[in-house]
């Protein structure tokens, strides 16, 4: 069964580009979540999408930091423009329903951001 | 009132011995409390997960136990092997909130398994 799929595995750009990472939730799922990862501040939930609708996007740390889900089975999570500080992993996850209780979270193998 | 606290921040424990790892929360409104296992260069996997209307779950060699009055959980891993070395978040959520679903994750605990 093929899990959530996440691209590029790794990017590195140097200050002020756009970055885009892209994400391909499991089939049959209809929620969607980015996470940020690093050693300071641990996993961190950024926005969640249910039915391709944003539903909670208060992680987001600021304007320059972008999410879509266009579609059930794409969504992207856009740096414009990228900072240093923004370095880390970020992962994408899905879930069959909203409710975490129910349903785990599946998440993708990440993209390892370096920002020079 | 959104944190999760966890300790310790790493664990080195024997093959064959009994790896424990705490956590606790603030939020009393929290009330699904999984745990996940992440190993290096792969995203968080749901290993084991518990609600608060029970004080313990075991799925094979894993246990959660659940302490409701003083906010805490934790994780024990029995017989611990090599392949259990990973490191492993502690998280919660609250059920139905309209704000989401949102996952509050620990620190995480890096576990190391010695041959």
């Known amino acids: 069964d093929a899990g959530v799929i996440q691209s590029p595995r790794h990017e590195v750009t140097e200050m002020g580009q756009e970055v885009t990472l892209r994400c391909k939730p499991i089939?049959?799922?209809?929620?969607l979540f980015w996470y940020r990862q690093t050693m300071m501040r641990g996993l961190e939930l950024l926005i969640y999408f249910n039915n391709n609708v944003p539903i909670d996007d208060s992680g987001m740390p600021e304007d320059r930091f972008s999410a879509k889900m266009p579609n059930a089975s794409f969504s992207t999570l856009k740096i414009q423009p990228s900072e240093p500080r923004d370095s880390a992993v970020y992962f994408c996850?899905?879930?069959?329903?909203?409710?975490?209780?129910?349903?785990?979270?599946?998440f993708g193998d990440g993209t390892r951001l370096s920002i020079l | 009132q959104q944190q999760v606290k966890q300790s310790p921040q790493s664990l080195i424990v024997q093959k064959g011995g009994i790896s424990i790892i705490n956590c606790a929360y603030e939020?009393?409104?929290?009330?699904?409390f999984p745990w996940y296992q992440q190993f290096p260069g792969k995203g968080p996997a749901l290993l084991i997960a518990i609600r608060p209307d029970v004080s313990e779950k075991k799925e094979g060699r894993f246990t959660i136990s659940f302490n409701k009055s003083a906010k805490q959980f934790s994780l024990h891993i029995m017989d611990s092997q090599p392949g259990d070395s990973a490191t492993y978040f502690c998280?919660?959520?609250?059920?139905?909130?309209?704000?989401?679903?949102?996952?509050?994750f620990g620190e995480g605990t890096q576990l190391t398994v010695n041959p």
């Open positions: 939020n009393t409104a929290f009330d699904y």
């Open positions: 996850a899905s879930s069959f329903r909203a409710s975490v209780s129910n349903q785990p979270q599946h």
């Open positions: 998280a919660a959520s609250r059920e139905g909130e309209t704000s989401g679903s949102r996952l509050t």
């Open positions: 089939s049959g799922h209809n929620s």
